[in-house]
T-cell receptor, first 114, second 114 residues
Framework: EAGVTQFPSHSVIEKGQTVTLRCDPI?????LYWYRRVMGKEIKFLLH????????ESGMPNNRFLAERTGGTYSTLKVQPAELEDSGVYFC????????????FGPGTRLTVL | DAKTTQPPSMDCAEGRAANLPCNHS???????VYWYRQIHSQGPQYIIH???NNETNEMASLIITEDRKSSTLILPHATLRDTAVYYC???????????????FGPGTSLSVIP
């Protein structure tokens, strides 16, 4: 079974540009999460999808970040316009609807904003 | 979610058991203890979780004290590949709610030494 995949693995952009990160969850997982770790900080939750609906977006830092999950399969996270402080590693995770709610994480996308 | 306290770093000799402690004195009755780890440049990886009974799987054992205020993750025969940051997290296992997110602390950086 394929795990959670993320694309690209690394993105380098200039301040003010737009970047779109993609996450493909494990097939059949209704829950999809985005997290990020910025330099020197802890991993922080961004938002949670249940199928195509946003269950919790309390961790989204500001309106420059837009997450979508059309059709309830893969998800995209767009940053527009990117700022220097957006640099970090963005992780995606998915889980089934089970009481133990084990979350499987992808390898992450390293975003560098210059 | 209740907070946890872990030592910032630990060393362990290769082949020996690694015992990683975690304090969670304010844990609630319906909160589980989860352990994740993050190997350098990879996404977080689920290890094990438990409510009040000790648990064992192919990766590790989890020992939870009777009062549930602390726990220990045991890697029975640590290898160099176990070098990682280990996160102890307590959370309610309640799907499709805002409790789903994983709240990461600083964790314990475990170094397995040859």
């Amino acid at each position: 079974e394929a795990g959670v995949t993320q694309f690209p693995s690394h993105s380098v952009i200039e301040k003010g540009q737009t970047v779109t990160l993609r996450c493909d969850p494990i097939s059949g997982h209704d829950n999809l999460y985005w997290y990020r770790r910025v330099m020197g900080k802890e991993i922080k939750f961004l938002l949670h999808f249940v199928k195509e609906s946003k269950q919790d977006e309390s961790g989204m830092p500001n309106n420059r970040f837009l997450a979508e999950r059309t059709g309830g399969t893969y998800s995209t996270l767009k940053v527009q316009p990117a700022e220097l402080e957006d640099s970090g590693v963005y992780f995606c995770a998915s889980s089934q609807d089970r009481s133990d709610n084990e979350q499987f994480f992808g390898p992450g996308t390293r975003l560098t904003v210059l | 979610d209740a907070k946890t306290t872990q030592p910032p770093s630990m060393d362990c000799a290769e082949g020996r058991a690694a015992n990683l402690p975690c304090n969670h004195s304010t844990i609630s009755g319906n909160e589980y203890v989860y352990w994740y780890r993050q190997i350098h440049s990879q996404g977080p990886q689920y290890i094990i979780h438990g409510l009040k009974n000790n648990e064992t799987n192919e990766m590790a054992s989890l020992i939870i004290t009777e009062d549930r205020k602390s726990s220990t993750l045991i890697l029975p025969h640590a290898t160099l590949r176990d070098t990682a940051v280990y996160y102890c997290i307590v959370r309610v296992a309640r799907v499709r709610t805002s409790y789903d997110k994983v709240i990461f602390g600083p964790g314990t950086s475990l170094s397995v030494i040859p």
